[in-house]
């Protein structure tokens, strides 16, 4: 049973940076793809930046591009998201997914495996 570990959230002002962590644990972290997705109450669960099983390939939402970078490191089964010049509007709780298919997606239907979330508050 693969288990997702998100760490790293809290509350930071607006232009502040923050960096989540994801820590995987009882699969085969290396061969899968990773997301980090994130929700507000009464909305869906929106897409945030995915990244490829080897790490090659990054895709991200326009509403993040150019201030938060995802990467990974297999040797410690981490996924991480380094989010620069927040804004009030980055504020939601903030997912970790795991895609058995090494290639990265954009839709969370896409995704076998989630971390419990975690909080991010951006304060204007």
């Known amino acids: 049973q693969v288990q997702l570990v998100e760490v790293g959230g809290g509350l930071v002002q607006a232009g502040g940076s923050l960096r989540l962590s994801c820590v995987a644990s009882g699969g085969t972290f290396r061969s899968y793809a990773m997301g980090w997705f994130r929700q507000v109450p009464g909305k869906e669960r929106e897409f945030v930046a995915t990244?490829?099983?080897?790490?090659?390939?990054?895709y991200y939402a326009d509403s993040v591009k150019g201030r938060f970078t995802i990467s990974r490191d297999n040797a410690k089964n981490t996924v991480y998201l380094r989010m620069n010049s927040l804004k009030p509007e980055d504020t939601a709780v903030y997912y970790c997914?795991?895609?058995?298919?090494?290639?990265?997606?954009?839709?969370?239907?896409?995704?076998?495996?989630w971390g419990q979330g975690t909080q991010v508050t951006v304060s204007s």
């Open positions: 997914a795991g895609r058995r298919l090494g290639v990265g997606s954009s839709s969370l239907y896409q995704y076998d495996y």
């Open positions: 990244i490829s099983a080897g790490g090659i390939s990054t």
